[in-house]
């Protein structure tokens, strides 16, 4: 599935909603916003999770749906706000404010990344600090209950694994790798050690530097940057595993409705689940191989268009029709993340679920180009291999920029068509100081190598 958003609504929420952020006081209320409703939804999650459906009315199962329906418009709308275009009036203003202050350019950046970093562990680290503090008291025998420590790990981090409606298939992938873990209980607590000293250095740097500055304005401008992106990964927790929390409560419709669980999932809009819970109304098979050759649904000015099939073919090539062009330039350009030069080949890693990241893990080399939509929190060990890194989607604040910056991968984000123009295989040339990626030789002419990519980083 794809998501398509007019270049005139992001330019238009950029300057119009991005701005508001640049007022401290809007800002600090929207914090209070986005904490409350991230409190919110992990009650909501626990209470999901331990809901019980085999006994409950089909009306009590519409009303459930109904219930995760608004959590996530909730969620999605969060999420929204936090998106890199929003950020985009900050980072000018912050670029202002640092050039007023210096003539090197390069000294300048420099400010911008310790400035824009967040001074808190992210998501990501978190979960490997809890998994690696389970892992010791496992072994110790301090845990009554592995299994159920391996259940409270999925739920409190469950964008490990999104979109898996059974939840034996996440909990069972844990288990293997709680089995497969080698690293001793030395290297768990040093590396746990290190991570905390890590952040504890950054956050010492950062604040050394705004100290240096002495601006109220700057440290705003850094805060509503850093906390932007920061805050975005705390909101994606809300929405990433939510299905696999209410995953009981999909097969259990699924069961009553006698349908496959994967197509009352990916086909059933939430008025479709309604009536056939309620009337019985089952799409006939005709109706769900329409959905499944081509959906499109359209917002505009308030109005949401749905189409299937042929007709909605036609109608996204209509509305596609410049960005179509596009994808025939093999060019593309976007927002430089991480400095660096390279040439290697191109990997697509797609977000469908844990398959198909396992899948292009099987045939990811180490050195290969990642090219993603938008880098995921388990795609991290993928990506730590990658020699750079270029994605349709984020910004400075998104999860692939601050990770290419812990790691020093050159990255380009933002491109919005990378996935679309660059062809699994290709041979690219990337370049992170420019922000341009170009594809110089199709996959079926390229004969691929095992560490084939250079790589030239700054």
Not at 79 to 99: D, H, N
Not at 100 to 105: C, L, Q
Not at 124 to 143: C, D, F, P, S, Y
Request: net charge negative.
């Amino acid at each position: 599935m794809n998501t398509w958003v007019e270049r005139r609504q992001i330019e238009q929420d950029a300057l119009e909603e991005g701005k508001k952020l640049l007022d401290p006081s809007f800002f600090a209320a929207y914090l209070r916003d986005l904490d409350a409703f991230r409190a919110r939804c992990k009650q909501f999650h626990r209470q999901m999770w331990l809901r019980q459906y085999e006994q409950a009315e089909r009306g009590e199962l519409v009303q459930s749906f109904q219930a995760v329906g608004e959590h996530l418009m909730l969620a999605f709308a969060y999420f929204k706000g936090s998106r890199p275009e929003y950020t985009k009036p900050a980072e000018a203003a912050l670029q202002l404010e640092l050039a007023a202050r210096t003539d090197d350019a390069t000294l300048a950046a420099a400010w911008s990344l310790v400035l824009t970093a967040p001074e808190e562990l992210d998501e990501i680290k978190e979960e490997q600090l809890a998994w690696n503090v389970l892992v010791r008291t496992v072994r110790r025998g301090r845990v009554r209950d592995p299994a159920h420590a391996l259940t409270e790990h999925l739920l409190n981090f469950s964008w490990l694994y999104p979109d898996e409606l059974e939840v034996t298939v996440p909990l069972a992938r844990l288990q293997r790798k709680l089995e497969k873990e080698t690293r001793s209980d030395g290297e768990l607590r040093d590396e746990n050690q290190a991570l905390r000293a890590k952040q504890s250095s950054g956050r010492e740097q950062r604040q050394s530097l705004l100290a240096m500055l002495s601006s109220d304005r700057i440290r705003h401008l850094a805060d509503v940057i850093a906390l932007s992106g920061y805050k975005r990964m705390q909101i994606k927790d809300c929405w990433a595993g939510m299905h696999t929390i209410c995953g009981t409560l999909w097969l259990e419709a699924a069961r009553r409705l006698q349908l496959d669980p994967q197509q009352l999932f990916y086909y059933y809009l939430p008025a479709d689940i309604e009536g056939a819970l309620t009337e019985g109304m089952v799409l006939p098979a005709e109706e769900i191989a329409r959905r499944d050759d081509y959906t499109l649904l359209y917002l505009r000015e308030g109005t949401m268009t749905i189409e299937h099939g042929a007709a909605a073919r036609d109608r996204g090539k209509q509305l596609l029709a410049e960005t179509l062009e596009e994808l025939n330039t093999g060019t593309l350009t976007g927002q430089v993340a991480f400095r660096g030069q390279v040439t290697g080949t191109a990997r697509l890693v797609t977000l469908a679920d844990f398959a198909a990241l396992e899948a292009a893990a099987a045939v990811f080399h180490d050195g290969d180009i990642m090219v993603t939509q938008m880098t995921q929190p388990n795609m991290v060990p993928l990506a730590r291999r990658a020699s750079a890194i270029v994605t349709d989607e984020g910004g400075i604040t998104s999860h692939a920029a601050i990770i290419s910056r812990e790691f020093k991968i050159p990255c380009i984000v933002g491109t919005k068509l990378a996935t679309k123009v660059i062809r699994d295989g290709d041979f690219v040339e990337f370049d992170a100081e420019r922000g341009m990626v170009t594809v110089r030789q199709r996959a079926k002419d390229v004969v691929h190598e095992v560490g084939a990519a250079a790589q030239a980083r700054r």
